[in-house]
């Protein structure tokens, strides 16, 4: 369990806590908003309160105990029947009850069970309780969406200083570098958006692990893959490799000036 948060009910601070991806609200604390003295064992030797928990297992648990639950659903609803949580959890392997110990420690269910048992409670505090949970998920959507913003502004910042310092524009390619036959079609892209062959690269970068698009950043990424696309067009038209070359040249300037202009592209190694 991890990431707790805490929601008001009524009147009656809830904990909600991440058990995996999933939330889990605590029961300790809404039952102290039912009136009497009651327990969480209550609930549970109530017959529809064991169905339900039985049905929810077989939907999200491929592990549940059939067999041990067959036997508890059996007894549920008579007098002298009684289980813990704990009991519950240990014979059926149940996944949607979880019993907690230390400082913030209680019974903390599944948030589809504990919707359930904030019926127990009342009607009305179910209501509240749905209530409050959907506002604490507006608001971590909202935080989330703030994060998402900071992060691509420190990218969008990364991408538009990256681009200054290593010259990103495509230089214009001379005729002699036109006339140039590559047996390799991949070089044809290469020196289209990064003005030379991979083994030129690798000339100049003896020291370099890997090679030249290992080494390209989000925005070349991005227009090598329009790049590939487009010069897969003009094999198909029939245009000839220097005039494939020059076009692909043109269209990767182009690209590379609109992607840095709008800052728009992520970098794809995941620097900040």
């Not at 008001?8 to 995996?20: A, F, N, Q, S």
């Not at 989330?144 to 691509?152: E, F, V």
């Given at each position: 369990?991890?990431?707790?948060?805490?929601?008001?009910?009524?009147?009656?601070?809830?904990?909600?806590?991440?058990?995996?991806?999933?939330?889990?609200?605590?029961?300790?604390?809404?039952?102290?908003?039912?009136?009497?003295?009651?327990?969480?064992?209550?609930?549970?030797?109530?017959?529809?309160?064991?169905?339900?928990?039985?049905?929810?297992?077989?939907?999200?648990?491929?592990?549940?105990?059939?067999?041990?639950?067959?036997?508890?659903?059996?007894?549920?609803?008579?007098?002298?029947?009684?289980?813990?949580?704990?009991?519950?959890v240990?014979?059926?392997?149940?996944?949607?009850l979880?019993?907690?110990?230390?400082?913030?420690?209680?019974?903390?269910?599944?948030k589809?069970l504990?919707?359930e048992?904030?019926?127990?409670i009342?009607?009305?505090?179910?209501?509240?309780?749905?209530?409050e949970?959907?506002?604490?998920?507006?608001?971590?959507?909202?935080?989330?969406?703030?994060?998402?913003?900071?992060?691509?502004?420190?990218?969008?910042?990364?991408?538009?200083?990256?681009?200054?310092?290593?010259?990103?524009?495509?230089?214009?390619?001379?005729?002699?570098?036109?006339?140039?036959?590559?047996?390799?079609?991949?070089?044809?892209?290469?020196?289209?958006?990064?003005?030379?062959?991979?083994?030129q690269?690798?000339?100049?970068?003896?020291?370099?692990?890997?090679?030249?698009r290992?080494?390209?950043?989000?925005?070349?990424?991005?227009?090598?893959?329009?790049?590939?696309?487009?010069?897969?067009?003009?094999?198909?038209?029939?245009?000839?490799?220097?005039?494939?070359?020059?076009?692909?040249?043109?269209?990767?300037?182009?690209?590379?000036?609109?992607?840095?202009?709008?800052?728009?592209?992520?970098?794809?190694?995941?620097?900040?």
């Amino acid at each position: 369990m991890s990431k707790r948060k805490e929601i008001i009910v009524r009147d009656t601070p809830i904990r909600i806590v991440k058990v995996g991806d999933e939330d889990y609200i605590s029961l300790t604390d809404m039952l102290q908003a039912k009136d009497g003295d009651f327990f969480i064992s209550d609930w549970l030797r109530n017959r529809n309160t064991v169905e339900f928990l039985g049905i929810w297992e077989s939907v999200n648990n491929p592990d549940f105990n059939y067999g041990e639950f067959a036997i508890i659903k059996s007894q549920a609803g008579l007098n002298s029947y009684k289980i813990s949580v704990k009991e519950w959890v240990a014979k059926t392997n149940a996944i949607g009850l979880v019993a907690k110990a230390g400082r913030y420690g209680g019974t903390y269910a599944h948030k589809d069970l504990a919707f359930e048992f904030g019926m127990w409670i009342s009607p009305e505090f179910k209501i509240y309780l749905i209530k409050e949970f959907q506002r604490l998920k507006e608001q971590e959507q909202k935080e989330l969406g703030w994060d998402i913003r900071r992060n691509l502004a420190r990218i969008n910042y990364r991408i538009h200083t990256d681009a200054i310092k290593a010259n990103l524009i495509p230089p214009e390619l001379t005729q002699k570098q036109v006339n140039l036959v590559y047996a390799n079609e991949a070089d044809v892209l290469n020196m289209a958006l990064f003005g030379m062959t991979a083994k030129q690269w690798r000339d100049a970068n003896p020291n370099e692990k890997g090679n030249i698009r290992d080494f390209a950043n989000g925005a070349q990424l991005v227009c090598l893959a329009n790049l590939e696309s487009l010069n897969a067009l003009l094999i198909n038209d029939g245009v000839l490799q220097p005039e494939r070359l020059m076009r692909l040249n043109q269209v990767a300037r182009e690209q590379m000036r609109i992607l840095l202009a709008d800052h728009g592209v992520k970098r794809l190694e995941g620097g900040e």
